[in-house]
Structures are given as C-alpha cells and as structure tokens.
C-alpha cells in the first residue's frame, strides 16, 4: 500500500528535475538585427547552468511557482514542457511553451517562472561562450 503513494511522489520529483534535451540539429536565432547561431545542450563542449546547480534551480521554481488561481479551484494538474536559449551573457531568451499542460494558465505561470530566473552560467564550445537551447518542464500537482 506504501509503495503505491510512493510511485507518485517519485514522479513528481522527476518531472521537477531539468531536462536541458538536444533538439534535433544546432540552429540560429534572429536577434537585435542579425543572425546568432544556438547549440543543442549535447554539443557544447560546457553546458549552462544554473546558478548553484539542479538542487538551486528546483529550489527556486518551488518557491517562485504560483498555482494560477483558476486551476487550483478547479483540480486542474499537469506539467508543462518549455524552451528557452541561455545566452552568451548568461540570460534567458526566447522562452516558449514546447508542450502545452493544456491549461493555458498554467502554460503562463511556467514561463514566468522561467523568465524570472537569474543569469545561468553560459555554455562554452571551444572555450567560447555560446547560446545554448535547452527544455525544461514545470510540473503542477495538487
């Protein structure tokens, strides 16, 4: 019995873990009026990070995450799949939803969440700075 409350729980704490994942091919992205080439989070010689690492990062989408109103009245859970590219600087870009919770609500919250993040430590190629594309999904559980 123990261990069928344990399963979700396990889940749960899995899904809150990032996922930087390699999209299918480097590409470029258009910003301030010319071309940027983005690498996958698997080709880069160093990846970004969060600052203090993946125990920081889930710490601060714990305590930043809001349940939008709505859905919390309304047992609405899911868990949202986004995008976003860390630039050379360390900030975060071009942020989307890549898998929606199907709540768009909750859509929102995870990119505000996302966007309120402090500088990540960039990724490197060649010990350059790049921009790097990496996924991360913001689970909603009641």
Known sequence: MMFNRLIPTLVLALCSIVMCNAQSRDGNYYAQ???STVY??????IRPQFPGGETSMIN???ETR???YNAYHNHVQGRVLCSFIVGTD???FNIQVIRSSGD????????RVISKMPRWTAGKMS???VNVRC???IAFRL
């Open 104 to 111: 768009q609500t909750l859509d929102r919250e995870a990119m």
């Open 135 to 137: 996924t991360l999904p």
């Open 66 to 68: 809001e349940y939008p």
């Open 127 to 129: 010990n350059t700075k």
């Open 60 to 62: 601060f989408i714990n």
């Open 33 to 35: 009026g010319s071309y």
């Open 90 to 92: 360390g900030k975060l």
């Open 40 to 45: 996958d989070y698997d080709n880069v010689d």
